[in-house]
């Protein structure tokens, strides 16, 4: 059983940055990829970014979208997982989940078996 709890969404004006952390609890595993989703009202959740620890090191996945903006991080020993957002833009808006389970880097959301309630980023132009 693993709960994840995400935070730090807000308000910003577009060309400012965010930092959204998602923390695990219950029984995690450091090899298990954790990844970002996000949904726009009337859309579909779509894949953000994902990162997997090997031991040796990280493997890191992102949407076209999001190259360049985004940054995805871990912090093993915190069980955190985080997203470095910046140059926000209007069409950034969403509800961000964080999601972990798979062995793999995946943009697959069937292949995550956990997710988090959501933290709401609102880009205003």
């Known amino acids: 059983q693993v709960q994840l709890v995400e935070s730090g969404g807000g308000l910003v004006q577009a060309g400012g940055s965010l930092r959204l952390s998602c923390a695990a609890s219950g029984r995690t595993f450091s090899r298990q990829a954790m990844g970002w989703f996000r949904q726009a009202p009337g859309k579909e959740r779509r894949f953000v970014a994902t990162?997997?620890?090997?031991?040796?090191?990280?493997?890191?996945m992102y949407a076209d979208s999001v190259k360049g903006r985004f940054t995805i991080s871990r912090d093993n020993a915190k069980n955190t997982v985080y997203l470095q957002i910046n140059s926000l833009k209007p069409e950034d808006t969403a509800v961000y989940y964080c999601?972990?389970?798979?062995?793999?880097?995946?943009?697959?959301?069937?292949?995550?078996?956990?997710w988090g309630q959501g933290t709401q980023v609102t880009v205003s132009s």
């Open positions: 990162i997997l620890w090997s031991g040796t090191t990280y493997y890191t």
């Open positions: 999601a972990a389970g798979p062995l793999i880097t995946t943009q697959e959301p069937g292949a995550y078996d956990y």
